[in-house]
């Protein structure tokens, strides 16, 4: 069975500083997917990034990057200038590949806090 | 142009109802989900739906019985209510191995 961890139960900085969220994960898989989402106060889940386990380029989107380490089974993600808005719930997720009905297993979550 | 509706957002009921919520995805996606996020935060898968069939029931007790009339459909069914059954339930659907996407999530208390 898979397993997800997030060791941080919270963080705060303050706007425009940099933050990086960590995550582990367990597995037997060579192939899956992982993810953040975010879930701010609205509850919404938003997905933040997605990292193909086959691809060796860290994904990126906007102000937002992963350090995928498939050896080690981290996934971190960094979020650069930090805004009032990325304060939330991040949580990191793992998806096997295959059979197009795959759960998501998720990671406790982190709770972000950005002060002005 | 919602994407994944779950009705109602609110659900406040007394111990031993039934009650069901509904979901409802327009994305033409064929997999269709329920989490169940807790008190603490933790999501957990409870369902999944392939084309209208049940593929993960996990260890759910049998008192939540979902039911997907069609593809773009995902009902749960809650029998007996109790206490611990106090939660944020998720519907979420997906295509394929693509990333998951979430309704907005039905929050049920249990009195």
């Known amino acids: 069975a898979q397993t997800v961890t997030q060791s941080q139960p919270e963080m705060s900085v303050q706007e425009a500083e940099t933050v990086t969220l960590s995550c582990t994960y367990d597995?037997?898989?060579?192939?899956?997917?992982l993810f953040w989402y975010k879930q701010p106060p609205s509850r919404q889940m938003i997905l933040v990034i997605r990292?193909?386990?086959?691809?060796?380029q860290n994904a990126t989107e906007n102000r937002f990057s992963v350090n995928f380490q498939k050896a080690a089974k981290s996934f971190s993600l960094k979020i650069s200038d930090s805004q009032l808005g990325d304060t939330a719930m991040y949580f990191c997720?793992?998806?096997?590949?295959?059979?197009?009905?795959?759960?998501?297993?998720f990671g406790k979550g982190m709770k972000l806090t950005v002060n002005p | 142009d919602t994407a994944v509706s779950q009705t109602p957002k609110y659900l406040v009921t007394q111990m031993g109802n039934d009650k069901s919520i509904k979901c409802e995805q327009n994305?033409?996606?064929?997999?269709m989900y329920w989490y169940k996020q807790d008190s603490k935060k933790f999501l957990k898968i409870m369902f999944s739906?392939?084309?209208?069939?049940?593929?993960i029931n996990e260890t759910v007790p049998n008192r939540f019985s979902p039911k997907s009339p069609d593809k773009a459909h995902l009902n749960l069914h809650i029998n007996s209510l109790e206490l611990g059954d106090s939660a944020v339930y998720f519907c979420?659907?997906?295509?394929?191995?693509?990333?998951?996407?979430f309704g907005p999530g039905t929050r049920l208390t249990v009195l």
């Open positions: 997720a793992f998806m096997k590949h295959g059979g197009g009905s795959e759960k998501l297993v």
């Open positions: 597995t037997s898989e060579n192939n899956y997917y």
């Open positions: 990292q193909e386990a086959y691809k060796q």
């Open positions: 994305l033409g996606h064929d997999t």
């Open positions: 739906y392939n084309n209208k069939e049940l593929i």
């Open positions: 979420a659907s997906n295509l394929h191995d693509n990333e998951q996407f």
